[in-house]
């Protein structure tokens, strides 16, 4: 240890002097089996009585007291130039958003709102929250020897099991045992950290549960209402979807699923698990509900999140606006794999950036496991170990002793090792099958069957541009998973993230403190898989591949719509804290409206327009199937740019058969037995010519559907 990382650390208090209490005694003797025994043996046992009594006396002297970090001093007059600020900012979004193809008026705004925000910073009108003070937990720099090694060993034998891609009882039991005794050999003991208590803290911390709870239903209600009708149809990629989780009730448990491009196997099995839970079987309801469930799991660590920047109303802010916004829900409905990106993206930083604050390793073990599920989720989350490295580096630059960047990479390293136990599956498929595991992402990036449509560097900046403006302007024409070509963020979100960015440079340039960095950065390495489609330009910017961007972008957000709130208020004048809160929860209600439509209203109207009518086609099929007991006589003609044929299919419970009969093949049905059915598109002559030639008698009806231009031809044969 260094002399500077001895020095007294004002995050910390070592309460030495505290006795043990009561609390403290059945905290001791339940934490695991063996203290349980040894309390019952040391009831007639003296010697064990005294060692009870000197290991309870350790663990009370290792309570830790977080202090409250000092929070920045705010002028006592009315903040006049952040309310301008706000306001500008407001409109210059409003603007963006409501005349896209003339930015210049919102972009004018936009500079003069800035120029406020300056001002007020200048003048301590409008400040972000303190962050948390660091904390000197204790690195005893040691492992347990025997489980460390028994980790590596069951390790190797859990890898080479792993050979052939699938999964089973033996290297399944192999693998989580590895890691169990990786996590145990490096798991330190955890030590008391308190913030105090009386009657008015527990009081307060009543209060503040109820407040997070509502905000977390108001979150849930957003997420899960209308699931069912929200997106209204599937997609090509969901009948690839249902195959994969087909194949998993049928035995073939792969660890990764080479259909369509590849695909991590993480959410077919949830899938399963979602099916079997609630009764919603091989469907494309199961899909959705999974995935909206994976953007409920994201909200407890972006509340966390906010507290590791902020505190706890930060916490209560980024859970709101994240849990409202439109981009966020939107992927999280769509029943595709895009959520898994911001769900362990969230959990992955936040572990992060506190272990490197704490100095706990525990932190550490747990961002590497993270990181390591991360990577069996959505191949956008593959920028994650980018972001471990860069945020690492950017904390040796800030670090102020050489002790420290010594312990800074063995927190490193043991990320790595940890998402390298958890990661393993993958790592033994990827070197078996490199193509097939790198096929999807090679293919954006130009080096597999595509050609850069110009130089890799221009197209890169012009992505890199398009995608940083994609939270204020717009978010890339993507139909199937967003409102093409406006902002991704909503007006009072946009406009606080754009205050935000502003609020955190300053801060840096006067703190230096390696967090604002962290997550200025942060922003734009999350938004890389998407940025990084250089074959295919016009595929960004993605909410999809984007998606961990969000978590960064609305935490920036919640960090100034704090610091708004705490400059109005720091009076004690009834009337400022009138004006402080009614403003914030008029922009917050104004967001959560702004939102709710642009879901359930805009995205499927718009949604709607694009999809096509498979569910009406299943309906048909299941009434073929009641009527005449079997559907092996029926049949669904393709055409360019229709329909997806398999999908009819799962909505009539059929997920693994295919209804595709092209016209070249309409003599095979001759010989089999009546009845027939043939659907086809109104404006293919040439299969209903076919068909009226192969089967004179046939009847032809035009199904209506209640989709606007979406009628399809029916073609039956009775005998």
Request: hydrophobic residues 50%; proline residues 6%.
């Amino acid at each position: 240890m260094s002399k500077d990382s001895q020095l007294p650390n004002p995050g910390l208090q070592n309460k030495d002097l505290q006795e043990p209490t009561v609390l403290d005694l059945y905290k001791s003797v339940t934490k695991d089996w063996t203290s349980f025994y040894n309390f019952i043996r040391s009831l007639w046992d003296a010697r064990r009585r005294d060692e009870l009594n000197r290991s309870l006396a350790a663990d009370a002297a290792y309570a830790i007291e977080e202090l409250k970090p000092e929070e920045p001093a705010r002028a006592a007059y009315f903040p006049w130039r952040s309310v301008l600020a706000l306001f500008l900012a407001l409109a210059g979004q409003f603007s963006l958003e409501s005349m896209h193809d003339q930015p210049n008026l919102g972009v004018a705004l936009y500079i003069f709102a800035i120029g406020f925000v300056i001002w007020a910073a200048i003048k301590d009108e409008w400040h972000l929250p303190a962050l948390p003070a660091f904390m000197q937990m204790p690195e005893p720099l040691t492992t347990r020897t025997a489980a460390f090694i028994v980790s590596i060993v069951i390790a190797l034998m859990a890898f080479f099991s792993f050979g052939g891609g699938k999964f089973d009882i033996i290297n399944i039991t192999l693998w989580v045992s590895s890691l169990g005794f990786l996590v145990y050999s490096l798991w330190l003991k955890n030590i008391k950290i308190t913030t105090g208590s009386n009657t008015d803290e527990r009081r307060r911390k009543l209060i503040w549960s109820v407040i997070m709870v509502g905000v977390f239903a108001v979150a849930v209600f957003f997420r899960l209402y209308r699931t069912d009708s929200i997106p209204v149809e599937p997609f090509s990629d969901h009948a690839e979807k249902i195959l994969d989780v087909y194949e998993i009730t049928q035995g073939d448990y792969k660890i990764f699923f080479p259909r369509n491009t590849g695909r991590e196997a993480l959410q077919m099995y949830w899938t399963v698990l979602v099916a079997n839970l609630f009764g919603t079987g091989l469907s494309y309801l199961s899909l959705k509900l999974g995935t909206a469930l994976l953007g409920i799991l994201t909200l407890p660590y972006i509340y966390l999140l906010g507290k590791e920047f902020g505190n706890e109303r930060v916490g209560l802010f980024a859970l709101f606006l994240f849990g409202i916004a439109y981009w966020p829900n939107v992927i999280s409905r769509i029943g595709l794999r895009f959520p898994l990106y911001p769900l362990f993206a969230a959990p992955t930083l936040l572990y992060l950036i506190r272990g490197l604050r704490t100095r706990n390793r525990n932190d550490f073990i747990l961002s590497g496991i993270f990181l390591g599920v991360g990577l069996h989720g959505y191949s956008p989350f593959r920028i994650m170990p980018i972001l471990i490295v860069v945020a690492f580096g950017i904390y040796f630059l800030h670090a102020q002793s050489k002790a420290n960047r010594q312990q800074g990479f063995l927190w490193f390293v043991i990320i790595v090792i940890t998402s390298l136990f958890v990661f393993m599956p993958l790592l033994r498929y990827w070197m078996e099958h490199p193509d097939q595991f790198g096929y999807r992402a090679f293919s954006r990036l130009g080096s597999v069957e595509t050609v850069l449509p110009g130089p890799a560097w221009q197209i890169f900046l012009s992505n890199l541009y398009r995608g940083l403006l994609m939270f204020n302007w717009d978010d890339g024409e993507i139909w199937v998973n967003s409102l093409p070509h406006r902002p991704a963020l909503d007006i009072v979100t946009g406009a606080l993230f754009v205050i935000g960015i502003v609020l955190l440079i300053v801060r840096y340039a006067r703190q230096r403190d390696w967090r604002d960095m962290v997550l200025l950065v942060s922003i734009p390495v999350l938004l890389m898989p998407s940025i990084l489609s250089l074959a295919f330009p016009s595929e960004n910017p993605a909410l999809n591949r984007a998606g961990g961007g969000a978590v960064a972008a609305i935490l920036v957000s919640a960090l100034a719509l704090d610091g708004l709130l705490a400059g109005l208020s720091n009076a004690s004048s009834g009337r400022r804290l009138f004006i402080a809160y009614g403003l914030t929860g008029i922009l917050l209600v104004t967001s959560a409206l702004q939102n709710y439509d642009l879901v359930f209203n805009k995205f499927d109207k718009n949604f709607r327009a694009g999809a096509w009518n498979t569910s009406e086609m299943g309906r048909v099929i299941s009434d073929f199937r009641d009527s005449y007991g079997q559907t092996d006589t029926f049949w669904i003609v393709p055409f360019p740019y229709w329909v997806d044929t398999r999908l009819p299919g799962v909505w009539a419970g059929i997920p693994n058969r295919d209804f595709a009969l092209w016209p070249e093949n309409f003599s095979q049905t001759v010989n089999l037995p009546a009845p027939k059915m043939f659907i086809f598109w109104p404006e293919d002559l040439q299969t209903e010519n076919a068909l009226k030639e192969l089967y004179p008698d046939g009847a032809l009806t035009r199904y209506t559907s209640t989709f606007a231009g979406k009628d399809f031809m029916m073609f039956f044969v009775e005998r």
